[in-house]
């Protein structure tokens, strides 16, 4: 677990898409974690792939724990711009 896990409301999780999925390792740290209470934004990288549905099989893997949100999939060359836009669009509660 994380330092301090239980002071964070807003978790981010960033992974790269291997076929399709979230990278295998992040597998372990979800089901590691306990989300609950917490709101959970995922962002992925990838050459080409899309974010498809990885963000909801991390949530199933949490066991439905937490407020789970898809963010986005950064492709290309990504800019700090792009990265801030991202961000400013999310729905998060303070």
Do not use: H
Request: hydrophobic residues 45%; neutral net charge; charged residues 15%.
């Amino acid at each position: 677990m994380p330092d301090n896990w239980a002071s964070y409301d807003t978790v981010f999780i960033g992974y790269p898409i291997w076929w399709g999925i979230a990278a295998w390792p992040v597998d372990a740290f979800v089901k590691a974690n306990d989300f609950s209470g917490k709101q959970v934004v995922t962002f992925a990288t990838a050459a080409s792939s899309p974010l498809g549905n990885s963000g909801r099989l991390l949530a199933e893997m949490a066991g439905g724990k937490g407020s789970w949100q898809d963010g986005t999939c950064f492709t290309g060359s990504l800019s700090d711009a792009k990265v801030k836009d991202w961000f400013k669009s999310l729905k998060l509660s303070n």
